[in-house]
């Protein structure tokens, strides 16, 4: 019998070569096999007789081979040339470029040919599958029967995978069964064995999606198991510092605010404290549409830290968020009368130095930076809490490091903060481990932001644009995708624009200024600066000011080559404007030549407005790995699930894994519960000891 943690080299049929080409399909255990959901199905159930064949459609005969013959072409090409021969007529059937073949076809006998008809003197089958009649009904693989389609690779053809599926089928040794009758009569969903048998080789359509249900429910719960223990050791290994004594600091900030708080950032501030005010370690992530103001709950957690007499830190993706999140601080904290220090690759050393002895002595409450905040040489007396902002531009294992406090046994609070809306059945599979709060309501005074285009073909388009808006006494960003020409990038850049812009004597006179992630930290401070008290009124800039940078007199943001944008990221551009209640516009300047796939994306961008509507749009067109970025996210290739459509198995496997949890420390006295896991739930051990 062969496990499903078996390497596929071992299956009978592959061995080194063909395991290293199934290697580029993720292909590397029986179980990544069985994974391998089929594309699609053939039906070949339904034997045509060759006088009723139809050209261009798909059909099966039962026909006796009359000849068989090589054929020799131009070139050195051999194709192998078959005369078939039923009750009703004669036809042909041509295999090019396999004329080894021959040794498997044998005129005289009867065999079922599965393939599309051709029209050439009279009807032909271009390379059909075939086996012989004498297999016998139900004993045919790959015809006379629902045939799966798979994704394939170089070297890998349809027929010998369906194969190799096959034989896994016939000699993997189910794992044992980890769901009851109960649970499986209430989310009508077969026993595993069979549900690989169905997904692969149905005996009819509808057997598909219940089969399809059980092996995404298998995934999820392999990696909410996996979650859910990485979560419990952690609770059970440490201790966080109660932060109970910080509440009047807390509220000495919420008071100062220049606005109230909104009923969602009440709630989520309410489960904010009462984790806070516990010894348990809180695992919280706060999702926000932009501008909900998740950066305001953030500080409030490290102002309570502080007050209670520990540290906190806010942990930003970029440079730019970071220096946001400080002048943010410069603002907001001095009622709360708390310390705090910004730290980025950017500090000069002399300061440097100078922060990382206030951060080892307690004297700095709060730390604000960038992956810098990481660093070895950096240490804290006694850090008891850490936000961590656009969680998906981080490693899980960057933030865990972070929030492990600097005593031994000792954790921080932590709180993942994201600006990029999740559907929550997205962020029920990636955060398992984290308790969720989501902030469904924009701050008072947020007006709704117009969306329109102009042609960007057009030179005088985006100058028209902007002349008109400084004429309303409003300030514009301009944003691209890059930030110098390139040879091998037909676009506009946004360094020449900035100096066209500065030409033009009117827009020259309302002041233009150019950031983006190349400039020096200290000019790039200047320019925002001007930008911020009005002393320019034009931006020109690239994606750095996506996330985070609040300008709150900003009118207009112009999105250059927005088909080069994905819908968050659109987004997030768009919620740079409209934010000190003055109504905002978002302009996309687009140029022709775009795809079907573009010009969708952006109608649907145009008139959507809600953030996580459109990051549900967004995963349906990108997929997960392309919207949040998976190299870094650390977001699992689904192959049977699908969390925008499972979210009930989502919830079933976030109840069924605290179940198998607290059966495998009870039958394993809570000694090797990793085994138990990896015997009962195949697959989680890919996420087991992640972090």
Known sequence: MTALSDPIRYLEGVGPEMARRLARLEIRTVRDLLFHIPVGYRDRREVTPIAKLVPGVEASIEASVASVRPLRRARGRRDLEATLRDSTGIMRAVWFHQPYLASTLKAGERYVFSGIVHAFRGPELHNPEFEPVAEGEGNHLHVRRIAPRYALTEGITERWLRARVRAALDKFEPPPEVLSGEWRTRLELPPLPIAF??????????????????????????????????????????????????????????????????????????????????????????????????????????????????????????????????????????????????????????????????????????????????????????????????????????????????????????????????????????????????????????????????????????????HGEMERGGSAFVVYPIVEESEKVDLEDATSTAAALREEPALAEAGVELVHGRLPAEDRRRALERFRNGEARILVTTTVVEVGLDIPDATLVAIEHPDRFGLAQLHQLRGRVGRAGRAGRCVLVTRGGLGEAARRRLHVFQTVSDGFRLAEEDLKQRGPGEFLGTSQHGFPTFRAADPMQDQELIEAASTLSRELLDRAESETSGGRVEAWIETHVPGAERYLGSG
């Open 197 to 466: 048998e169905r997904i692969h080789f149905p005996e009819d359509v509808a057997q598909k999606e219940p089969a399809r249900k059980r092996l995404a429910l298998e995934e999820i719960l392999a990696l909410q198991v996996a979650l859910q223990l990485a979560r419990r050791r952690h609770r059970k290994a440490h201790k966080a510092s109660s932060l109970t004594t910080g509440d009047p600091a807390m509220r000495r900030y919420l008071e100062a605010l220049p606005f109230p708080l909104t009923s969602a950032q009440e709630r989520s501030l309410g489960a904010m404290a009462e984790d806070l005010d516990g010894e348990v370690p809180m695992r919280r992530l706060l999702l926000g549409d932009v501008g909900s103001g998740k950066t305001v709950l953030a500080l409030a957690g490290a102002v309570r830290a502080a007050g209670a007499g520990h540290q906190a830190a806010l942990l930003a993706p970029t440079m730019l968020l970071a220096e946001q999140h400080a002048a943010t601080a410069a603002k907001q904290l001095e009622a709360a009368g708390v310390t705090w220090g910004l730290l980025t690759a950017a500090t000069p050393e002399r300061d440097r130095k100078l922060l990382l002895e206030g951060f080892a002595s307690g004297e700095i409450s709060i730390a604000i930076g960038t992956h810098a905040l990481l660093e070895p040489k950096v240490a804290f007396r006694s850090l008891a809490f850490v936000a961590v902002d656009e969680q998906h531009r981080f490693g899980v294992r960057q933030r865990i490091s972070l929030a492990r406090g600097a005593d031994p046994g000792r954790s921080a609070h932590l709180l993942v903060l994201t600006a990029t809306p999740i559907p929550r059945s997205y962020a029920m599979t990636l955060y398992g481990d984290l308790d969720l709060s989501i902030l469904d309501e924009k701050p008072p005074g947020r007006l709704p932001v117009e969306t329109t285009s102009i042609d960007g073909t057009r030179r005088e388009a985006l100058l028209d644009l902007l």
